[in-house]
């Protein structure tokens, strides 16, 4: 949003590395090929809009303990 | 590719920009090598994408294919709508793209490696389709001006970039009000520690 986006969707999410011809990181992170789109604000009312009716219920950030896991 | 383990310091941009060159500069060249991520045909098939979108697309530019979405799953391209598609490879989504939107419309390729550059303007040349164009340059520095998108297409692109807030500010700049995103990109569903975020094999691998 900071970008001056609204309506941002998550459309579809799906394992697209799976049999992937060499072996890489995707596994380790449970890495997931997702499409997603969103609009920029027409205008700063709808912006201002959508900044009022933000609301988060997830974390937004990983714990402390989890960024420290060694890879 | 050697390894980068930054310690102490921050992740140099331009030696990650060089890795991520280096890898697609591979995938342009010889795509039949075999990476990370699958590409080609096999990977069109994985995302869904419809087999009339692909009928008049060469096939230099459908095998050197490495996106992670489906961009056109997300809303249909109009007749005379400018798309612009950020991170474009060998051009095959920017080629889809400029057949749904007609003699009246226009698409611009941006990339930053040039023989992914190459394969996509000589993709485009065979097709014959004169409404797109490629140009070299960073996600985070687009070469367009400011709101002469209707719609921005990047597909497994935005997740290499380091500086991720600069390149949406810059899809934002280029997109008319109101314009649409529609990214094909990644999550990941494990936290990355910060340490790992150093590693610059681990942005293409």
């Given at each position: 949003?900071?970008?001056?986006?609204?309506?941002?969707?998550?459309?579809?999410?799906?394992?697209?590395?799976?049999?992937?011809?060499?072996?890489?990181?995707?596994?380790?992170?449970?890495?997931?090929?997702?499409?997603?789109?969103?609009?920029?604000?027409?205008?700063e009312?709808?912006?201002?809009a959508?900044?009022?009716?933000?609301?988060?219920?997830?974390?937004?950030?990983?714990?402390?303990?989890?960024?420290?896991?060694k890879? | 590719?050697?390894?980068?383990?930054?310690?102490?310091?921050?992740l140099?941009?331009?030696?990650?920009?060089?890795?991520?060159?280096?890898?697609?500069?591979?995938?342009?060249?010889?795509?039949?090598?075999?990476?990370?991520?699958?590409?080609?045909?096999?990977?069109?098939?994985?995302?869904?994408?419809?087999?009339?979108?692909?009928?008049?697309?060469?096939?230099?530019?459908?095998?050197?294919?490495?996106?992670?979405?489906?961009?056109?799953?997300?809303?249909?391209?109009?007749?005379?709508?400018?798309?612009?598609?950020?991170?474009?490879?060998?051009?095959?989504?920017?080629?889809?793209?400029?057949?749904?939107?007609?003699?009246?419309?226009?698409?611009?390729?941006?990339?930053?490696?040039?023989?992914?550059?190459?394969?996509?303007?000589?993709?485009?040349?065979?097709?014959?389709?004169?409404?797109?164009?490629?140009r070299?340059?960073?996600?985070?520095?687009?070469?367009?001006?400011?709101?002469?998108?209707?719609?921005?297409?990047?597909?497994?692109?935005?997740?290499?970039?380091?500086?991720?807030?600069?390149?949406?500010?810059?899809?934002?700049?280029?997109?008319?009000?109101?314009?649409?995103?529609?990214?094909?990109?990644?999550?990941?569903?494990?936290?990355?520690?910060?340490?790992?975020k150093?590693?610059?094999?681990?942005?293409?691998?």
């Amino acid at each position: 949003m900071a970008a001056g986006f609204v309506g941002f969707e998550i459309t579809w999410r799906k394992d697209v590395f799976s049999d992937a011809p060499q072996a890489g990181s995707a596994e380790k992170f449970g890495t997931l090929g997702i499409n997603f789109r969103a609009r920029k604000a027409a205008n700063e009312e709808v912006w201002a809009a959508a900044m009022a009716a933000l609301s988060c219920e997830a974390p937004t950030q990983w714990s402390a303990e989890a960024l420290a896991e060694k890879p | 590719m050697s390894d980068y383990l930054l310690e102490n310091q921050e992740l140099d941009v331009e030696v990650l920009r060089e890795a991520i060159q280096e890898e697609y500069a591979e995938v342009a060249a010889k795509p039949q090598k075999g990476f990370h991520f699958h590409t080609g045909r096999p990977l069109v098939r994985l995302l869904g994408y419809a087999d009339e979108w692909l009928e008049n697309i060469p096939e230099s530019s459908i095998e050197s294919f490495a996106g992670t979405g489906n961009p056109f799953s997300l809303g249909e391209l109009r007749p005379g709508e400018r798309v612009l598609d950020v991170g474009c490879g060998a051009g095959m989504d920017s080629l889809i793209a400029a057949n749904k939107i007609g003699p009246e419309g226009r698409v611009i390729g941006v990339d930053m490696t040039p023989s992914m550059l190459q394969k996509a303007r000589r993709a485009a040349k065979e097709t014959g389709l004169t409404n797109v164009e490629f140009r070299e340059g960073y996600a985070e520095e687009l070469p367009v001006a400011d709101g002469w998108v209707d719609v921005v297409i990047s597909n497994g692109v935005l997740n290499l970039m380091p500086d991720k807030s600069a390149a949406l500010e810059e899809m934002s700049r280029v997109l008319k009000p109101g314009g649409r995103l529609q990214i094909g990109d990644i999550l990941v569903q494990k936290a990355v520690p910060v340490s790992a975020k150093r590693k610059i094999e681990l942005w293409t691998g």
